[in-house]
């Protein structure tokens, strides 16, 4: 059985950072592509970040480019998200995502594991 853990969500003031955690097990975790969603309240769910399986491959969303990074360690299981100059408009529930395939992806159903989240919450 595929699980996903995630930690690192907090309160913190705009302009701040975190960084979110995502431990997998279950299966292969080298062979498949990685993702961060999110989600307000509200709002649908939408994506964030994405990795390929070697970690050279990455996508993000216009919205945190150049400040959010995503990162995996294959060895430990883990995929990263480092989350810079946050903005308020940017508190959401953050989940990790297992992909289907390799490769990284922007679409939602490509992912069939999702973690329980993780809240992030950026105060003004």
């Known amino acids: 059985q595929v699980q996903l853990v995630e930690s690192g969500g907090g309160l913190v003031q705009a302009g701040g950072s975190l960084r979110l955690s995502c431990v997998a097990s279950g299966r292969t975790f080298r062979d498949y592509a990685m993702g961060w969603f999110r989600q307000a309240p509200g709002k649908e769910r939408e994506f964030v970040a994405a990795?390929?399986?070697?970690?050279?491959?990455?996508f993000y969303s216009d919205s945190v480019k150049g400040r959010f990074t995503i990162s995996r360690d294959n060895d430990k299981n883990t995929v990263y998200l480092q989350m810079n100059s946050l903005k308020p408009e940017e508190t959401a529930v953050y989940f990790c995502a297992g992909g289907s395939s390799r490769y990284a992806t922007l679409e939602s159903y490509e992912y069939n594991y999702w973690g329980q989240g993780t809240q992030v919450t950026v105060s003004s």
């Open positions: 990795i390929g399986w070697t970690g050279r491959d990455t």
